[in-house]
């Protein structure tokens, strides 16, 4: 069963969560009660299950420990109708001794019971509970805040959205619309809140007014900026300078918004497709780890209270259809029966109650549907029950093996999905980048053509020594003193963690990193050869960008010459970046990038020493170094 819905909703600590979930809970049943759902009733004490009508019911699980005083409680409404049986599951963490952002949570998931994950995101709205509980208390993820309505941005408010913007913790989407003019901003207010309807609980929204736009139009790079008319989604994580980030955060335009626009009203279809990739992305990505831990614990916790709930039903049924001789037992077997346990207990004198034979009896009638005939038949039933009880002890803990498996594998999909997203969207990039190069090619072989130059369009084979490796590790040793070196060994020299680079070959079976990495050593080794010509006098930047320098180059995206600020004020994660070279270590804060984003994200990090030793020191070869997004 997959969720269509979710929403994460982080509380201040003055806010409980179970009481704000209990107390909005109950308004909202009760407005459906009074309304045309079928309930009869909206109130419940305690944990357990509880009908609310002929097609719903409410299962309350609590998970509280007291020696932290937390509490953690899972609320679940299933609601059966024409359109199918909807779960609407609500998680309440109150962990009074948390960080202390995160004491307080909600998580509010919808699904459909048997409803395939392709198309549960198109069947769900967003519940009403959600629009009250963001009309009651602030909610807040990461450091933005998330509302019902779109929130209005004048010139005094610029700094609130940028900040929403490049928030680095938030994991739901910025929804920002850019203002047509003065005269219809209250009018374009209203219809992005139309648009934004199904986007509740997932997207923080916000609508440019005229008198702000040139202040946001100024703070963002062409890649990220707002045209005037449209409305952007910002997925998270964003990188405002980078320019291939901005292929992640689409654009509605003013054309096809309009066709879909009555007065102020979006038509439904619209508002279904503008907030399919935020809910999406929010079900499919993992949780936080403090939310996940409390998530699973209510699942698990749930799971047992519905496998005690259904033993007890057996049970009672097993009761009631127990067949009981009219007669009931015999007074000589039950004298017998008095007479062997006296005698198996060895004390005669010590009296046996006449219904606690009975009771024996009936149990042997139970499990082996003859008469009690003596000491054997209990010894027989004590034997039963045993291996009952073993068998009982071990189905309950592969039961919660099984449950933590399913947790596991539940989170090594949603992983692999992100995985698939974010090799999507690199394999757009790719895409383009070839695509412009064809054209770039096509001008360069037809300017040759006109210039009577047609035999210099033939592109032979590279060099047989620049053959890309096949692997990383091949790679290093090409550029580390040994056996296997390389000329590029004479400019390039790998001085870093050999085992850092080792874990780029775990995830690039088929060698495109290595490949793409090799490029990158290239381009250095002929860079360090203009370098020292004096056909350059400027950095890497330079010669990648100057057409009048010949040489081996990659793309100028492919390159950063610095981290951002945010990277280099944090101490820790510019530690990282302080590598070996010979004789010491420096700051490498500029590295090549093989990929634009994934999970894991390779980069190489090098020093330019060209005018110290004639040499660039690569100090880092691994997994993406962490940052605002790791």
């Not at 309350?60 to 599951?89: C, K, M, P, W």
């Not at 009250?132 to 941005?153: N, Y």
């Not at 910002?234 to 626009?261: I, W």
């Not at 090098?606 to 940052?627: F, K, M, T, W």
């Amino acid at each position: 069963m997959a969720a269509g819905y979710r929403s994460v909703l982080r509380l201040g600590d003055q806010v409980d969560a179970v009481a704000t979930a209990e107390s909005q809970l109950r308004s909202w049943l009760a407005e459906k009660a009074r309304g045309r759902s079928a309930l009869v009733r909206a109130d419940w004490d305690g944990a357990g299950a509880i009908d609310l009508g002929a097609a719903a019911r409410l299962i309350v699980t609590h998970a509280d420990r007291a020696e932290d005083s937390s509490r953690r409680r899972l609320y679940r409404l299933e609601e059966t109708n024409a359109a199918g049986t909807f779960i609407v599951s609500v998680f309440a963490l109150s962990l009074p001794h948390a960080h202390e952002d995160r004491r307080q949570t909600l998580v509010i998931d919808v699904a459909i019971e048997g409803t395939d994950d392709t198309d549960v995101v198109d069947r769900v709205d967003p519940p009403r509970l959600v629009t009250a509980l963001l009309e009651t208390v602030d909610a807040w993820d990461g450091s933005t805040r998330l509302s019902g309505k779109p929130r209005a941005i004048r010139s005094a408010d610029v700094r609130e959205l940028l900040d929403a913007i490049t928030d680095p913790e938030r994991s739901a989407t910025v929804i920002v619309a850019g203002s047509l003019g003065p005269e219809t901003d209250e009018v374009w207010s209203r219809t992005v809140e139309s648009l934004t309807k199904q986007s509740v609980g997932v997207a923080s929204t916000f609508v440019v007014y005229a008198d702000a736009m040139e202040e946001v139009l100024h703070a963002l790079p062409p890649s990220h900026e707002v045209r005037p008319g449209s409305v952007r989604t910002y997925a998270p994580r964003v990188e405002l300078d980078d320019p291939d980030d901005g292929v992640r955060h689409r654009f509605l335009g003013p054309a096809t918004l309009a066709r879909s626009v009555a007065g102020t009203r979006v038509a439904r279809p619209l508002t279904k497709i503008h907030a399919a990739a935020a809910r999406r992305r929010l079900v499919e990505q993992d949780l936080p780890a403090d939310i996940r831990r409390g998530v699973d614990l209510l699942r698990k916790a749930a799971v047992t209270q519905e496998r005690l709930s259904k033993v007890d039903r057996i049970v009672a049924t097993a009761r009631e259809t127990l067949p009981v001789n009219a007669a009931g037992s015999s007074p000589v077997v039950e004298s017998t029966a008095v007479a062997q346990t006296q005698a198996m207990t060895g004390a005669a004198q010590v009296p046996v109650s006449e219904s606690l034979v009975a009771k024996l009896a009936k149990m042997v009638r139970r499990w082996f549907d003859r008469e009690l005939a003596g000491v054997d038949d209990l010894e027989a039933l004590d034997a039963l029950l045993t291996t009952q009880n073993s068998e009982v002890a071990v189905a309950v803990e592969q039961l919660d093996e099984a449950a933590d498996r399913q947790l596991q594998l539940e989170a090594e999909l949603r992983d692999a999905r992100v995985r698939l997203e974010e090799l999507d969207l690199e394999l757009a990039l790719v895409t383009d980048d070839l695509r412009e190069a064809a054209r770039e090619t096509q001008i360069l072989r037809r300017n040759l053509i006109l210039a009577d130059r047609a035999e210099d369009t033939h592109v032979g084979f590279a060099p047989v020594e620049w053959q890309a490796p096949t692997t990383v590790e091949e790679l290093v040793a090409r550029i580390t003193s040994g056996e296997e070196e390389h000329v590029a060994l004479e400019r390039v020299v790998f001085t870093g963690d050999v085992d850092a680079a080792l874990e780029v070959d775990k995830r690039d079976p088929h060698g495109r990193y290595a490949a793409a990495l090799w490029d990158y050593v290239h381009v250095l080794y002929d860079y360090v050869g203009a370098r020292t010509s004096g056909d350059l006098a400027g950095n890497v930047h330079t010669y990648l960008t100057d057409d009048r320098v010949d040489g081996y180059k990659c793309s100028p995206e492919r390159h950063a010459g610095t981290e951002s600020e945010s990277v280099l004020s944090n101490r820790a994660w510019r530690e990282e970046r302080v590598l070996p070279v010979p004789g010491g270590k420096v700051l490498m804060d500029a590295h090549f990038k093989p990929t634009h984003r994934d999970t894991f994200a390779p980069r190489m990090h090098y020093h330019d020493d060209v005018a110290e030793s004639g040499r660039v020191y690569i100090g880092y070869i691994g997994r993406h170094l962490s940052n605002t997004k790791s």
